[in-house]
C-alpha cells in the first residue's frame, strides 16, 4: 500500500516536472523569438543609421559641387582670374604630395585650391578689377574675404580642414599676413602650400593691376621670398617640381613687380 502512494506521488512529480519543463521550453522559444525581433529591429535601425548618413554626405558632396560651380562661374567672368585656382590646385596637390602627405590630405588641399578665393563674391568688382592701388577701406574689404571663404564652407563637415586651408591662405611665414597674423609653423601646412602656388600662379598671370611676370622671374621672386613671406622648405620643393622647367606660360618676363600679387 505504501509502495503504492509512493508511486503515485513520484509520478504527479514526475508529470509536474515535464509540464514545468514544457513551460520552460514554450518560454525559451518565446524568448529566442523576442530576442530575434529584437536583433533585426536593431540591424534594421543600424542600417537606417548607415543610410542617413550615406545621404548626409551625398548632400555635403552635391553643397560641395554647386560651391565649385560658383567659384568656377566667378572665375569665368573675369578675364584676368580664369583659370587661377584649378592651376592653384593643381599645384598644391603636386606640392603636397612631395612634401610628403597621403592622397587623401593632397585631395583636400587640392580642393582647397579651387575654393581659396571663394568669398571675394562679396568683394565689389570695382575693387577686384580696380587698375590702380587699393585705398586703405578698400584693402579692408579685400582681407575679409580668405574669413569669408572660410565661412561659406564652414557647414561642410568632411570639408573642415579645407576650411581653416581657406581662411589662411594670406598668412605670411614672417607673420605680417592676415587674417589672424600667424607665423611660421603656426600657419596650417596647407595654407603654406596654398600660398605658394597661389603667389606664382597669380605673378605669372596678367591682372588688372600689374602686368604677369615671366617664369624667371617668379622663380627668382619665391627664392626673394622664401623664409620672408612664404615657407622656405616648401618654397625648395616647389622649386624642384616646378623650377627647371622653363616658362611654365608663354610670356616676356617682365621686372617690377607690385606689392599687391593675388
Ligand atoms: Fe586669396
Redesign the pocket.
Known amino acids: 500500500m505504501a509502495g503504492e502512494v509512493a508511486l503515485s506521488q513520484a509520478l504527479a512529480y514526475a508529470r509536474d516536472l515535464k509540464s514545468a519543463y514544457e513551460t520552460a521550453r514554450a518560454r525559451e522559444q518565446e524568448l529566442i523569438v523576442a530576442n530575434d525581433r529584437l536583433r533585426k529591429g536593431y540591424q534594421q535601425s543600424l542600417q537606417y543609421a548607415v543610410d542617413l548618413k550615406r545621404t548626409h554626405r551625398q548632400l555635403q558632396r552635391s553643397i560641395f559641387q554647386s560651391l565649385l560651380g560658383l567659384a568656377n562661374a566667378l572665375e569665368a567672368k573675369d578675364a584676368y582670374t580664369s583659370g587661377h585656382s584649378s592651376r592653384v590646385s593643381r599645384f598644391a596637390r603636386e606640392l603636397a604630395l612631395a612634401a610628403g602627405l597621403s592622397q587623401t590630405a593632397a585631395e583636400t588641399i587640392a580642393q582647397a585650391g579651387l575654393l ?2 571663394l ?2 563674391i562679396s568683394v565689389p568688382e570695382s575693387i577686384l578689377g580696380k587698375p590702380g592701388a587699393l585705398t586703405q577701406e578698400e584693402w579692408e574689404i579685400m582681407r575679409r ?2 574669413v569669408i ?1 572660410a565661412q561659406i564652407v564652414a557647414p561642410l563637415e568632411f570639408f573642415d580642414q579645407g576650411a581653416i586651408i581657406l581662411r589662411h ?2 598668412e605670411r611665414y614672417d607673420g605680417s599676413g592676415y587674417p589672424d597674423g600667424l607665423r611660421a609653423d603656426m600657419i596650417p601646412l596647407g595654407a603654406r602650400i596654398v600660398a605658394i602656388a ?1 603667389v606664382y600662379d597669380a605673378l605669372t598671370s596678367e591682372r588688372p593691376y600689374r602686368a604677369r611676370v615671366g617664369h624667371a622671374e617668379a622663380v627668382r621672386y619665391l627664392r626673394e621670398q622664401a623664409g620672408r613671406t612664404l615657407d622656405d622648405d616648401l618654397v625648395g620643393l616647389f622649386l624642384e617640381l616646378f623650377g627647371g622647367v622653363g616658362a611654365v606660360r608663354n610670356g616676356k618676363p617682365q621686372h617690377g613687380t607690385s606689392e599687391r600679387i ?1
Do not use: A, E, Q
Request: charged fraction near 25%; avoid cysteine.
Open positions: 581659396h578665393d568669398g571675394k574675404h580668405p571663404s591662405h594670406h597661389d593675388v
